[in-house]
């Protein structure tokens, strides 16, 4: 038996998602969370009338073509993923029967909040019963409804937010920092305008070494009168060329000198499976 003075190690508290440890602690549930973490950084920004959502895609190795960022859910509403790739598809498959159903009986778009509260909820099951792990995944939910343009995050908690603008992923606080500064400006500018705030903060996110290109990039949009498409990769690339390179320097300087390290460490810190 353990001594009564012996600490417990935090293994003793991760074994199920469902035990606490004595600071009320989920572990498993943080293990989750910290998969978004390392998955590659996506964003979103909205205005009075249209919304983004925007993700960099990285491939496995160099024969085999980069996982989809952004995936569609209905005319009028997409997600942006990051964590494992493989929950996110399963989430949006769930999210696009929703959609469907509730415009097969009512006749019109699902509302962006019922649609994220019911995602949310899928999420926090996974965290109070034996049997199921956590979602590895976080979303960030980007669509144009009857209220108007709208963007939520979700987390492997259970939890959700709406926001103006919002970064999740690996080597992101850069781009928090950025869209901090800029988002009282966001509700009264055009939707390229908006666009190429997104470029630029997902640029300031790469590695010195890295150059933003069409291939690393997938920018959703939608708006009144403009169903939720991807961007062309003719259209991502007149973006990409507005980019000014002292603008992303300037971005990329606020990011915590070890961000970066952190990301590249590995082992049993990184996520499997990622993209």
């Given amino acids: 038996s353990r001594a009564p003075n012996q600490r417990m190690n935090r293994s003793d508290y991760d074994g199920y998602v469902t035990t606490f440890s004595p600071n009320g602690r989920l572990h498993q549930v943080e293990y989750a969370m910290k998969a978004v973490d390392h998955g590659t950084a996506c964003l979103g920004l909205r205005s009075d009338t249209h919304v983004i959502v925007a993700g960099l895609k990285r491939a496995s190795n160099e024969l085999s073509s980069p996982h ?7 005319g009028h509403a997409g997600i942006a993923v990051s964590g494992l790739i493989a929950d996110g598809r399963s989430l949006a498959r769930s999210m696009r029967q929703t959609c469907l159903h509730h415009k097969f009986v009512y006749g019109e778009p699902q509302p962006l909040g019922r649609l994220v509260a019911g995602v ?3 999420h926090q099951r996974c965290t109070q019963g034996l049997g199921r792990r956590p979602f590895g995944v976080g979303l960030l939910v980007g669509g144009y409804d009857q209220t108007g343009p709208h963007l939520f995050q979700t987390c492997p908690s259970g939890n959700f ?16 920092t950025y869209l901090e500064r800029h988002f009282e400006s966001f509700p009264s500018l055009p939707v390229e305008e908006l666009i190429r705030h997104a470029v630029v903060a997902l640029a300031g996110t790469l590695p010195n070494e890295d150059v933003l290109e069409v291939a690393k990039l997938d920018v959703g949009v939608a ?8 961007l ?3 259209e991502l690339q007149v973006f990409i060329d507005m980019v000014d390179a002292a603008e992303v320097a300037a971005v990329a300087a606020a990011a915590p000198a070890d961000e970066g390290e952190e990301e590249g460490k590995g ?9």
Avoid at 68 to 74: P, Q, R, S, T, V
Avoid at 161 to 172: D, L, N, P, V
């Fill in 120 to 122: 949310a909820d899928k």
């Fill in 223 to 230: 708006g009144p009168n403009r169903d939720f498409a991807l």
């Fill in 68 to 74: 989809a960022k952004i995936m569609e859910l209905d």
């Fill in 267 to 275: 082992g049993d810190d990184a996520a499997p499976m990622e993209s």
């Fill in 161 to 176: 937010y709406e926001h103006y603008a919002c970064a999740i992923g690996s080597r992101t606080q850069a781009a928090k």
């Fill in 232 to 234: 062309s990769d003719e």
